[in-house]
């Protein structure tokens, strides 16, 4: 009796307390499902090209560099750099091309196999949500409102 006392004791000492339940988080004014097609393409053991990707290359069309485009993304300069030459070491011809600082401060353009890229992936992206619309529509219906 003694024993089972004393391992119990043990049990109840190693045990972690019980996190307190949170309250469920309210529902926004009807928040509406979205749908995402998220295509990657792996080349080895690296995404060569994915929606990550072509985020931070819109960016830098639209920031010129490589920073300022990182800064939008909530993304730090060495992950975008890391990014951006992944995906430049992925193609045959690179996507951007950076100019080092200086009085100017530099800055990164996309080249036209970087515009290609965006142009053909937000392509794809759109001609699978119409090609998969009605298979969409039916998913959506199965979803709470």
């Given at each position: 009796?003694l ?5 119990t004791?043990?049990?109840?000492k190693?045990a ?15 928040a ?22 072509v ?5 830098v ?21 890391l990014?951006?030459?992944e ?14 600082g200086g ?6 353009t ?10 053909l992936y ?5 001609e ?13 219906k199965?979803?709470r409102?």
């Amino acid at each position: 009796m003694l024993a089972r006392m004393a391992d119990t004791a043990k049990i109840a000492k190693s045990a972690k307390p019980a996190k307190p339940q949170s309250a469920p988080a309210t529902k926004s004014a009807k928040a509406r499902p979205e749908v995402r097609f998220r295509m990657r393409i792996r080349h080895g053991e690296s995404v060569a090209l994915g929606p990550g990707k072509v985020d931070l290359l819109e960016a830098v069309r639209e920031y010129g560099s490589i920073s300022a485009a990182a800064r939008s993304l909530d993304m730090s300069y060495r992950r975008a750099w890391l990014l951006i030459d992944e995906l430049n070491r992925s193609l045959k011809s690179p996507a951007t091309h950076s100019e080092q600082g200086g009085q100017s401060g530099g800055g990164c353009t996309l080249t036209p196999v970087g515009e290609t890229i965006i142009r053909l992936y937000r392509e794809v992206e759109e001609e699978a949500r119409r090609g998969c619309s009605k298979q969409i529509g039916a998913l959506l219906k199965l979803i709470r409102s």
